[in-house]
C-alpha cells in the first residue's frame, strides 16, 4: 500500500487523514500535543486581572497551551490552536456554509456538503436553549430590520452544560471537533504522532516531487518519506512550511478579523450563554452575540466581572493583503476594512443602544482574529485539480491556505468539504 503524511490535524487535515486512511497508509504529523481544555477556574483567573500581570494576549499560551498568539507588525491578535483538533478545539462550534468565493471561479463543493450533513450531526434547533438575554437580542436585532437567524451548530445541545466557554475547549464532548475524524483515521489503521513540527519538505525538481519531510520531533530532527503528502498546518502555517522549502506564496493572506462592541450590562450572563448563537450577515461583515475571553483577559476596558457585560462580535470579510511569517506577520487593515469596521461598529451600537445602554457606556474590544488563509489561492486554471502549478506533483493542501476569499464566517465547515474533496483527488491522481 502507498504511504500518505498529512500535516495537521485541525478541520482539513483530519478529514483528509480520515478520507484517505485504506486507500493509502496515513501518517498524521501534529505539532502540538494532546488537547486539553482550559484547567483552571476561570472565577480564579478572572480575579487575577487586577494584578495587572496580564500584560499581553500572548501569555494566554501559559493559562491555555493550546491557544497560540502571535501579533502582527500592526499590532493585530492572530490566535490559532496547536495540538490535537487544531483551532476546532478552540472554536464556537458554528457551521456555516461559505463556499460563494469557491463557486465564483468554477468549484462546485455541492457533493461534498451533502455528504458532511450525513456524517457529522448540524443542530439549528436550538433556540429552546437560549437565555431570556439571548431571545431578547434576537428580537431587538429582528425589529431593527438585521434579518437574524440561528445559527448551525456542531453541538449536541443535550450533553452541552451551557458553560459559555466553548473556545476554551469542551470538557463534556457536546462540541464536536476534528478529534473525531482523527480517532476514525487511527481506528482503522492511520498512525498519529504529537509533538511532531514539520519544518520543511524537500524537494526532487527533477522528479517534481517530495521526497522528504524533516521535522522536529519531541525535540529531536527526523525525516520521514512518503508517496504522498498533504499540507494542512492551517492559513498560518502552510505558508510558512511552502516558503521554507522554496515554494512561494502570494501576499494575499486573510483572517477574518473579529472586534466585540460591549457594554456593561448587570447580570446579562452572556458569558454562559451560547457563543455566536444567531448571525446577522451584512455587507461585508457578520454580526453576533459573543463573549469575547482575549478582550476580557487583556484589555482594561473589560475589567468588570464576565456575567455583567453585553457584547455584539463583529467579524470582517477583510481584504486579501498580508503575508504569515514565523516571527511576525504582516497584516494590517486597509481603508476598506476600516471603512466596513466602522459601519459594523455603528450597527452593534445600535443594537445596544436599542437593548437600554447609553452609547457613553459602549466600550470596544481588542481587534483580533482566528481565521487565516489565502496566501496560495485556487484560480480557475486549478478548479478541477486543486493543485497549484508550483507544488509538486505529490505535495496537496487541503486548508483555508486554498481559499480564494476571506468569508467573514466560520470556515469549518467550508474546510471540511475542501479537504473532502482534495482527498477524492489524491486518491484519484495517486
Not at 316 to 341: F, M, N, Q, V
Request: hydrophobic share 40%.
Amino acid at each position: 500500500m502507498k504511504t500518505a503524511i498529512v500535516i495537521g490535524s485541525g478541520a482539513g487535515g483530519a478529514m483528509t487523514a480520515k478520507e484517505l486512511q485504506g486507500h493509502f497508509q496515513v501518517t498524521i504529523l501534529e505539532a502540538g500535543g494532546e488537547f486539553q481544555p482550559f484547567a483552571f477556574q476561570f472565577d480564579s483567573i478572572a480575579r487575577l486581572r487586577k494584578t495587572g500581570l496580564f500584560l499581553d494576549e500572548r501569555m494566554i499560551s501559559l493559562l491555555f497551551p493550546a491557544m497560540r498568539v502571535q501579533k502582527a507588525s500592526s499590532g493585530m491578535i492572530l490566535v490559532h490552536g496547536e495540538g490535537t483538533g487544531g483551532t476546532t478545539t478552540l472554536a464556537t462550534g458554528s457551521a456555516i456554509r461559505c463556499d460563494g468565493g469557491l463557486k465564483k471561479i468554477g468549484i462546485s463543493l455541492d457533493q461534498e456538503f451533502d455528504e458532511l450533513s450525513q456524517e457529522i450531526p448540524l443542530s439549528t434547533d436550538h433556540r429552546q436553549y437560549w437565555s431570556s438575554q439571548t431571545n431578547a437580542l434576537f428580537d431587538v436585532c429582528s425589529q431593527l430590520g438585521f434579518a437574524p437567524t440561528p445559527t448551525s451548530k456542531l453541538v449536541d445541545f443535550q450533553r452541552c452544560v451551557h458553560c459559555g466557554r466553548c473556545v476554551l475547549g469542551c470538557h463534556t464532548g457536546a462540541k464536536w471537533d476534528s478529534r473525531t475524524l482523527l480517532s476514525d483515521a487511527v481506528s482503522h489503521g492511520a498512525t498519529l504522532k504529537t509533538n511532531c513540527k514539520v519544518t520543511k519538505l524537500g524537494i526532487d525538481h527533477k522528479e517534481n516531487a517530495v521526497h522528504t519531510v524533516f521535522v522536529k520531533e519531541n525535540g529531536k530532527q527526523k525525516i520521514y518519506h512518503a508517496d504522498l503528502v498533504v499540507l494542512a498546518a492551517g492559513g498560518l502555517g502552510t505558508p510558512i512550511i511552502l516558503e521554507h522549502s522554496g515554494i512561494s506564496c502570494e501576499t494575499t493572506l486573510f483572517v477574518d478579523p473579529v472586534l466585540c462592541v460591549a457594554a456593561p450590562y448587570p447580570e446579562s450572563g452572556q458569558d454562559r450563554h451560547i457563543p455566536m448563537p444567531f448571525l446577522m450577515q451584512r455587507d461585508g461583515y457578520m454580526l453576533s452575540p459573543y463573549m469575547d475571553y482575549l478582550s476580557f483577559f487583556f484589555n482594561k476596558s473589560w475589567r468588570r466581572p464576565a456575567g455583567d457585560i453585553l457584547s455584539m462580535m463583529i467579524k470582517l470579510s477583510d481584504s486579501g493583503y498580508g503575508i504569515s511569517r514565523a516571527r511576525k506577520p504582516e497584516k494590517d487593515l486597509t481603508r476598506t476594512d476600516e471603512e466596513r469596521l466602522k459601519a459594523a461598529v455603528s450597527d452593534c451600537k445600535q443594537i445596544l443602544k436599542k437593548m437600554g445602554v447609553s452609547e457613553e457606556d459602549i466600550f470596544l474590544g481588542t481587534i483580533n482574529a482566528g481565521h487565516p488563509g489565502g496566501m496560495l489561492p485556487l484560480t480557475t486554471e486549478e478548479a478541477e485539480t486543486l493543485h497549484n502549478r508550483r507544488l509538486p506533483q505529490n505535495l496537496y493542501i487541503a486548508d483555508a491556505t486554498l481559499l480564494p476569499e476571506s468569508m467573514g464566517n466560520p470556515p469549518i465547515w467550508t474546510i471540511l468539504a475542501l479537504a473532502k474533496r482534495v482527498a477524492k483527488i489524491c486518491t484519484a491522481a495517486m
